[in-house]
Each structure stands twice: as structure tokens, then as C-alpha cells.
């Protein structure tokens, strides 16, 4: 006697219960996510990165990654000075480069890789890890990341809709 568990037909609207081994897998594949720093979702440094960049982090990820890397190139301590003076910055010195070259040469970095998506590994090879999520597709509303599809057939050969 045969005593598999059927395949439910897809259209029949039989959901399938999980067997354990699924579940199990399921649960090792959420394990293996990165755990992304908790530094990077507060909201201060959310606000902290709309200062710098003009704008909002659609995708937090891309905001934890690039943290993460600028913390091993310039040092915690040189991206907790950034986070203080970006926070203190008001709206007569937003614009002006910091004081402290240590700070504006990791805000830059920090800028580099949210626009472009390219946030170096710990060995320092840049990758383009984040590329499809970068700010600089989010603020050039009239143009997409290469290999994502657009609106519809042909939307390249149209002028942009700038209204």
C-alpha cells in the first residue's frame, strides 16, 4: 500500500501542509540571513543619512551594508563623529563640508556608496551589491537600473514624464 502524502492539484485551492523536512530547511535558510547591525535601522540614523543625502533609504539594507563597511575603512569612532554632526547640522551649514577631514572624507564615502550601490567587502573589493536598491535610481525618476524591466515595450523611446 502506498501511503505518500498526493500532490495537490494547484488549481484545486488544496493548500499542502508542510512536511517537517521543508519546515526544517525553511528554518536554516532564515538562519543563514545576515543579521544586519542594530546600529543601522535607529532612527536617528535614518534621519541621520536624509541629511546627508537629500533624501530617504527606501531599503534599510543598503543603509546597514554601507555602514558596515564604513566602519571598517574609517573607523567606529570616526562614523560616530559623522552621526553627531550630521544630527547637529541645520539648514545654514547643510551644504558646507565638515570640519573634521576625517568626517567629511567618510561622509563622502558614505554618500558614494548609497547613490551607487557599491559598497566595498572586508577584503576592500567594491561589488555593486546593492546596485538595483541605490539612491541614485530613486532620485532620476525618469530612468531605471540596467536589466530591470520598464513600464511596458518600447518606455526607453519615450521622453521622460517630468510634470
Known sequence: MDERVPTPDACSGVRA???R???LVALAAF???PVLPAFASAPSWTLAVQVLAGTRMRDETVLALALEA???SAGEAV???LHRALLARDADDIVAPFADAEVEAAARSLVAMLYTGEIPDADGTVRAIAF???LGWEVLPFTK???LCGPGFGWW???PDVS
Open 157 to 159: 523611446a519615450e521622453p
Open 21 to 23: 523536512r521543508s519546515v
Open 79 to 81: 562614523v560616530a563623529r
Open 17 to 19: 501542509r508542510p512536511d
Open 145 to 147: 537600473a540596467p536589466s
Open 70 to 72: 564604513l566602519n571598517r
Open 132 to 134: 538595483h536598491q541605490a
Open 31 to 33: 538562519g543563514a540571513l
